[in-house]
């Protein structure tokens, strides 16, 4: 198991590097945009090949390093559905996992610093974002924070965890790197409460100055940029009513590239082969199965996933193998559905 805490000081930020051997996969945890080189250099040390980014909140105190980081290892990037952020390539909600090879996160929605709070927990240890501090927890009063609901994730989720669970926060000013579920409930003054009127009173009186970032880092955060403005420039892409139109050309090979709990919670477009992102490199080089379809049969291959991201990130990684009739559905399934295509569930 590698485990890395890594901390940026400039906005007191916990990132953490997460993969089961050396040679394998990684995930990161919350990157921070100025340290992304120095994470990279890591993942070459170490021999990682990055897979997943997740954020476990829209930030404010410091721009996400999760663009970058698409940009340079084409991994995909995750958080929770209430997300409003362009960046996103995979959504997650409450019950879900983020898997990589040997790694697994199982993701609890715990809103209240944010609407977007999501906690993840590994084996014997819970990331809890802002939610839950070292002896504090996540400010509430902006960013649609909400005081109450906080209290519900606090003490209705995060609480229940065992208490000898290792508490990894997403940020820590004082110097404090972890803390256990025990040692919170016990020795945490913002847990030493009666009641939820009682934690929303000391909540609403804390009179924090606004993050120093803040009116740089969320708009920021909010509009990173897409993977796939670039491939409709090239002229790579299909809207989603064109892609309907098309796929009825038997000439057409409609290629699903997300994981099998998206395509069982969110239903596949019908008639689509599946070929998991995570595979694709293999799929798209000669000899690969994607490769034999698009060139030796001369179909066209179009990619789709949920937001249009992975596919848009496939068709370059298909071009550049060669595939010059490879396209998307810009969008993904998101798009498709509200132009009016049809789903079925598997
Ligand atoms: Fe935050």
Request: charged residues 25%; aromatic residues 6%; contains cysteine.
């Amino acid at each position: 198991m590698i485990f890395r805490q890594l901390f940026d000081s400039a906005s007191s930020t916990y990132t953490y590097l997460l993969a089961s051997r050396r040679g394998g996969e990684a995930l990161i945890i919350d990157p921070v945009l100025e340290k992304v080189d120095r994470y990279l250099q890591l993942l070459r040390d170490l021999d990682l090949k990055l897979i997943k980014a997740a954020d476990t909140h829209l930030h404010a105190d410091h721009i996400t390093g999760l663009g970058a980081l698409r940009d340079r290892t084409h991994c995909v990037t995750v958080m929770g559905q209430q997300s409003g952020v362009d960046v996103v390539s995979m959504r997650v909600s409450d019950g879900d996992s983020i898997d990589i090879e040997g790694v697994s996160l199982d993701v609890l929605y715990t809103p209240g610093h944010t609407d977007d709070s999501y906690s993840f927990v590994m084996a014997d240890r819970v990331f809890t974002g802002d939610t839950l501090l070292i002896r504090g927890t996540g400010r509430t009063d902006f960013q649609n924070g909400d005081a109450r609901a906080q209290y519900e994730s606090i003490f209705g989720r995060l609480l229940k965890l065992p208490d000898q669970m290792l508490v990894y926060p997403a940020h820590d000013y004082k110097g404090d790197t972890v803390s256990t579920i025990a040692e919170e409930k016990a020795c945490n003054p913002r847990l030493q409460v009666k009641s939820v009127d009682q934690y929303i009173d000391l909540m609403s009186n804390l009179h924090l100055p606004n993050p120093k970032m803040m009116d740089v880092a969320v708009p920021a955060n909010m509009r990173v940029g897409l993977a796939q403005d670039e491939v409709a420039r090239r002229g790579w892409a299909f809207t989603a009513a064109q892609a309907m139109e098309l796929i009825a050309r038997s000439d057409i090979v409609l290629v699903d590239l997300r994981e099998p709990r998206e395509r069982e919670r969110h239903g596949v477009i019908p008639g689509s082969l599946h070929a998991p992102y995570s595979d694709l490199a293999d799929h798209v080089k000669p000899g690969g199965i994607l490769h034999q379809l698009g060139l030796a049969t001369g179909n066209q291959l179009l990619f789709y996933c949920a937001f249009g991201e992975r596919s848009a990130m496939a068709v370059r990684a298909a071009q550049d193998a060669g595939l010059t009739n490879a396209r998307h559905i810009q969008g993904g399934l998101e798009a498709w559905r509200k132009a009016g295509g049809q789903t079925t569930h598997i």
